[in-house]
């Protein structure tokens, strides 16, 4: 369950995106790369899409930043679950120091409030744990979450805050 906004379960993981999870339980957002073309991607593939390469890392030397590209706020949860029921929003963050096509993540903003919110505020990448050891095979992600890929160390959510002094 996620620490910041209670009533939410963790990613269903796979071989492609438990590095990307358990980065984040790291403190360390990374990004898939081709090691031929040097492109970025997200959500991981074993393929680019670029050059169709089948050679990749995850990079690890991103600036953590980002420019929200588009929002939503969320005024009536679903149920009192979800958030304790308060508002809460989902962003689209666009991701700097990426080579190739924009990599935007869908995340949340948190630290901001509704007003403050806007198309073009700058974020820093912040993570959200996850409770637990691992994230249910049950949870939000690909359908047929491999059950085997869900054995691995802390994990959490990818989420951004206000880089200081960007909020108005």
């Known amino acids: 369950m ?3 906004m209670p009533g939410t379960g963790g990613p269903a993981l796979n071989r492609l995106v438990t590095p990307f999870y358990e980065a984040a339980g790291r403190g360390l957002l990374v990004i898939q790369q081709c090691d031929d073309c040097g492109y970025h991607r997200h959500v991981p593939t074993d393929i680019c899409y ?13 600036p953590q930043t980002g420019t929200v590209y588009s929002y939503s706020w969320v005024d009536r949860p679903m149920n009192e679950h979800i958030n ?21 993540l869908l995340t949340n903003v948190y630290d901001v409030e509704k007003d403050s919110l806007y198309v073009g505020l700058r974020v ?3 993570f959200d744990p996850v409770a ?7 949870g939000y992600g690909p359908a047929g979450a491999d059950i085997a890929a869900t ?5 959490a959510l990818v989420v951004f805050e206000p880089l200081e002094g960007a909020a108005a």
Do not use: Q
Request: proline fraction near 4%.
């Open 84 to 104: 304790d029921g308060k508002v809460y929003n989902f962003a689209v963050v666009e991701l700097d120091g990426i080579t190739g096509n924009a990599v935007r």
């Open 151 to 155: 054995d691995v160390g802390p994990i």
């Open 124 to 126: 820093k990448a912040a």
């Open 2 to 4: 996620s620490e910041r």
């Open 132 to 138: 637990g050891k691992y994230a249910s095979p049950g």
């Open 50 to 62: 670029n050059c169709l390469s089948w050679k990749w890392h995850w990079d690890e030397s991103l």
